[in-house]
């Protein structure tokens, strides 16, 4: 069955931060909606490529050699073994755009890596 994903009731469900939970499916991609708050890890994936698109909040996008501020109706595309950092400053709420073979945390494991998405 076909039917809309309505982002705000999606985002209402959950409180949690840094724990993205799939929304929906694009061949062999997951969608996935995340709140996240403060800085996360440095990673990098190496055989995927990552889509953040800002709901609310603000994301600034760490690299090793400078930061990309990403805001609210804007996204970033992290190339696949690019290192990275994202962090932000105020809770925001994100769409993820991941293959489903896509590690949490990319090849760094750490108590936030999330081993099995729930589905919400």
Do not use: C
Request: proline fraction near 4%; avoid cysteine.
């Amino acid at each position: 069955m076909v039917d809309k994903v309505n982002l705000a009731d999606k985002f209402s469900l959950f409180s949690d931060q840094w724990s993205p939970k799939i929304v929906g499916e694009v061949d062999d991609y997951d969608v996935k909606l995340a709140k996240i708050e403060g800085e996360f890890v440095w990673h990098a994936h190496d055989n995927e490529d990552e889509m953040f698109l800002v709901i609310s909040g603000q994301l600034v996008m760490r690299f090793r050699d400078r930061s990309v501020t990403v805001n609210p109706g804007e996204f970033i595309v992290v190339p696949k073994g690019v290192e990275h950092n994202p962090l932000a400053p105020v809770e925001t709420q994100i769409v993820l755009f991941e293959r489903k073979t896509v590690a949490h945390t990319g090849d760094v494991i750490t108590e936030r890596t999330v081993k099995e998405f729930q589905r919400i």
